[in-house]
T-cell receptor
């Protein structure tokens, strides 16, 4: 089955700096790659996603890039703010008849003042 | 408000005492799923359901049961809980055949088995 690896497990940046989180996946049939943000005491919430027919997608301060050949995708957060502090999960899905998401192990992002 | 509601939010129980965690969604989604979250392991799928009366195992189904008698409800049952089932549990729902798109997660249930 699909395996998603995520790095780093913890990331500390200064406010205003950029943060990058990287994921690799194993199944070349995966074609949907969402990123989730999980704040303390809450469930994961979708922040951005990308499909395999697109190489990059941007939404204000966050962007995701996808390299299908290398089977890796990354989350980029620019101009980080304290409210960006959370756990971030990447995921991959093959679509088709099922809806299963396979998640990475998570990155604890801390934005320091 | 579109949401997935889990209950209880927190639960401490003893080994072997049967328990049920409820999950309900108000979005008329066909697909529902249970995940457990453990430090360093991310979220792992326990069971999922494609529709009423259709359930299947995920990656870590041992020790769990589910049922889907109604479209909106998808309870998770631990018939004889053990300490290794201490975890944070999330229920999620999504529209069918969307390839993982459109997941809505509940707020989680933190279970401790002593």
């Amino acid at each position: 089955g699909e395996n998603v690896e995520q790095h780093p497990s913890t990331l500390s940046v200064q406010e205003g700096d950029s943060a990058v989180i990287k994921c690799t996946y194993s199944d070349s049939a995966s074609n949907y790659f969402p990123w989730y943000k999980q704040e303390l005491g809450k469930g994961p919430q979708l922040i951005i996603d990308i499909r395999s027919n697109v190489g990059e997608k941007k939404d204000q301060r966050i962007a995701v890039t996808l390299n299908k050949t290398a089977k890796h995708f990354s989350l980029h957060i620019t101009e980080t703010q304290p409210e960006d502090s959370a756990v971030y999960f990447c995921a991959a899905s093959k679509g088709g008849g099922g809806n299963k998401l396979t998640f990475g192990t998570g990155t604890q992002l801390k934005v320091e003042l | 408000e579109a949401q997935v509601t889990q209950n209880p939010r927190y639960l401490i129980t003893v080994t072997g005492k049967k328990l049920t965690v409820t999950c309900s969604q108000n979005m008329n989604h066909e697909y529902m799923s249970w995940y457990r979250q453990d430090p360093g392991l991310g979220l792992r799928q326990i069971y999922y359901s494609m529709n009423v009366e259709v359930t299947d195992k995920g990656d870590v189904p041992e020790g769990y049961k589910v049922s889907r008698k109604e479209k909106r409800n998808f309870p998770l049952i631990l018939e004889s809980p053990s300490p290794n089932q201490t975890s944070l549990y999330f229920c999620a729902s999504s529209p069918p055949d969307r390839g993982g798109y459109g997941y809505t997660f509940g707020s989680g249930t933190r279970l401790t088995v002593v």
